[in-house]
């Protein structure tokens, strides 16, 4: 009986120590400061405050004792009249406060206690906590340590580094359960923080402007949208350097891709300086420290000069292999330049910028090496597939061009002279009643004169000793007009005799000769043709011993065609010249050409 008895005025004596019931009203002056220190110890900037989103069960794992077990239970008793958006209970498994304790007989053994939290969506899906009470310890110093674990067990105490409210004895300042107790303000924070509308009253007891309220609560977001749209604009920008031709993808010296090197990154560095301190300005600081900006050129400078280098050993390979070196040389190049860049920070003589230099790097500049690298690749690719495809366009063109050529040369050699037609069947026509064999020689001339036109009509460079051969046919009718008035001969070097020259060249030469040469004169007509090489030309010269050329003897001479020709095939490499003394002769310059070729 007396046991029962003792056991009921302990539980009272338990309820009344521990009892904070439904918060009573606040004192308006002291609201303010609750306020802080909440913002100061549960919401620190850029962070949900951490709180159960499921219904809360409190499970006890270890030397608990009878008197602990109420203790628990009645202080569960009363958080459930300041909590409203989730109840909580005691149970036997599967709980989401764990509070595990362990009894130790040594008293001067230091109370140790881990927390172990998992967070989903901002919200606490477990606390657990682990300590040791050694067993002489007063049922009230016992009860002081239970209330204080589940008490801080309901949300997660946060480091704020710019918190500067302080209230001693509260639970959620004090670190060691002895030293604290449950005062009112640790009721108005679990009240506020488990009440439905807890961002909302946050919001309108916030001390400070809309622009603080929206910085203090989104300040990592804002930045991260200010990076997102530092690399948009800087991808714009340089599509714009593009576009006024202040860039371009092709790089072919190492200066121009120094210079383009150093506006893209100088460019990203001012918007993500600006971003991360914007409300602070620090970036300004840069500007007045002249030896850190040189040291920062210098060190893109260096990268930027091994990048152009290694490169460039694989800038005639195709574009996947560009691409992968790319990969690899666009991550080494950012890498080495955050890990340098934060060597010179520290070596930098502004306060702000010191920081511990180390190898390894943070995830935010993992993310920014990723996306430097997929951003590149995709410009790169973009560019590389537009190079590809203009110049499959001036290829296309140029075949067009080619085919333009081909078909300006065929017309061309189908210019034959109408002329040396009609003069030849009429000679033929003259011959039939006289001469029938020297008829049949003439006819059987032209015949192969013409058949060499249509034979070879598909071919634009032929060799020189089919070239004489179809001259000395051509020389062969005219003698068989002019009979003993006309005389040839034809020199040529053994050694070109397989040479490529074009089709048809030969013959208006000698054409014109008997034109305009022997054509016109009493005496006996001489004609010579000489086919040589000189270094690496080959010359082709028309011997005649008829009256002098003018000064222009193209159009006189029907010599407009030949240099329509010459233009098509060689540009500027052929060269036509005359002279008149001392031996009458037009000579054609024109580039060695193999028949390989």
Not at 54 to 62: C, E, F, R, S, Y
Not at 263 to 289: D, H, P, T
Not at 439 to 451: G, I, K, Q
Request: proline residues 3%.
């Amino acid at each position: 009986m007396k046991l029962r008895l003792t056991l009921l005025l302990l539980h009272l004596f338990l309820y009344s120590t521990n009892s904070f019931c439904q918060l009573d009203s606040i004192d308006p002056s002291m609201e303010h400061t609750y306020w802080n220190f909440l913002r100061a110890k549960i919401l620190p900037p850029n962070a949900y405050a951490a709180r159960f989103e499921t219904d809360i069960k409190v499970q006890l794992v270890g030397d608990f004792t009878h008197l602990d077990s109420l203790s628990i239970n009645n202080n569960i008793k009363e958080i459930r009249q300041l909590i409203k958006t989730v109840n909580i209970e005691l149970t036997d498994s599967l709980g989401n406060i764990i509070l595990t304790l362990a009894n130790s007989n040594d008293n001067s053994k230091t109370l140790i206690h881990k927390t172990y939290d998992s967070q989903s969506n901002k919200s606490i899906v477990l606390q657990e906590y682990r300590f040791t009470l050694y067993s002489s310890m007063s049922q009230k110093n016992r009860n002081k340590n239970l209330r204080y674990y589940l008490f801080r067990a309901l949300t997660k105490v946060q480091q704020n580094p710019n918190g500067d409210t302080v209230l001693y004895s509260s639970i959620f300042q004090e670190k060691e359960p002895e030293n604290s107790d449950i005062i009112e303000v640790d009721k108005f924070i679990i009240q506020k923080l488990y009440s439905p509308d807890f961002y909302d009253q946050f919001k309108s007891n916030f001390h400070g402007s809309k622009y603080d309220y929206i910085y203090y609560r989104y300040e990592n977001n804002i930045k991260l949208i200010l990076k997102a749209l530092g690399l948009l604009i800087g991808f714009i920008v340089l599509l714009l350097l593009l576009k006024y031709k202040l860039t371009s993808i092709k790089n072919n010296n190492w200066s121009s891709y120094i210079k383009q090197g150093l506006l893209i990154i100088n460019f990203i560095f001012i918007f993500n300086l600006i971003s991360q301190n914007i409300s602070g300005y620090y970036w300004l600081a840069l500007v007045l420290n002249l030896k850190l900006l040189v040291s920062v050129e210098l060190l893109l400078i260096i990268l930027l000069s091994c990048l152009y280098y290694i490169e460039n050993l694989v800038s005639n390979e195709g574009i996947s292999i560009r691409l992968i070196v790319q990969i690899i040389t666009t991550t080494l190049f950012t890498y080495v330049l955050f890990i340098s860049l934060q060597y010179v920070l520290t070596q930098s003589s502004t306060n702000i910028f010191k920081t511990p230099w180390s190898w390894s790097i943070q995830l935010k500049q993992i993310i920014a090496i990723i996306s430097t690298v997929c951003i590149r690749l995709i410009f790169n690719f973009v560019n590389f597939k537009n190079i590809q495809e203009l110049r499959i366009r001036d290829l296309e063109l140029t075949q067009i061009k080619g085919l333009k050529t081909k078909a300006e040369l065929q017309a061309l050699h189908s210019r034959i002279n109408p002329h040396f037609l009609y003069n030849s069947l009429n000679s033929i026509a003259a011959l039939a009643h006289i001469n029938p064999a020297k008829t049949e020689h003439m006819a059987l001339a032209l015949s192969d004169f013409f058949r060499y036109a249509i034979n070879h009509k598909d071919q634009d460079m032929i060799e020189v000793e089919k070239e004489v051969d179809i001259a000395r046919t051509y020389l062969q009718i005219e003698k068989a007009r002019f009979e003993d008035d006309l005389e040839f001969t034809i020199e040529i070097d053994n050694s070109i005799q397989t040479t490529l020259i074009p089709r048809f060249l030969i013959q208006p030469l000698i054409e014109n000769a008997v034109k305009h040469g022997v054509s016109v004169i009493q005496e006996k007509g001489i004609i010579q043709l000489e086919i040589s090489k000189q270094e690496e030309n080959l010359l082709v010269r028309v011997f005649d011993n008829g009256p002098d050329f003018p000064n222009m003897p193209i159009s006189g001479y029907g010599l407009q065609s030949l240099y329509e020709k010459l233009e098509l095939l060689y540009g500027e490499s052929a060269k036509i010249s005359w002279e008149n003394q001392p031996d009458k002769n037009i000579c054609i310059r024109l580039p060695f050409t193999p028949k390989s070729v």
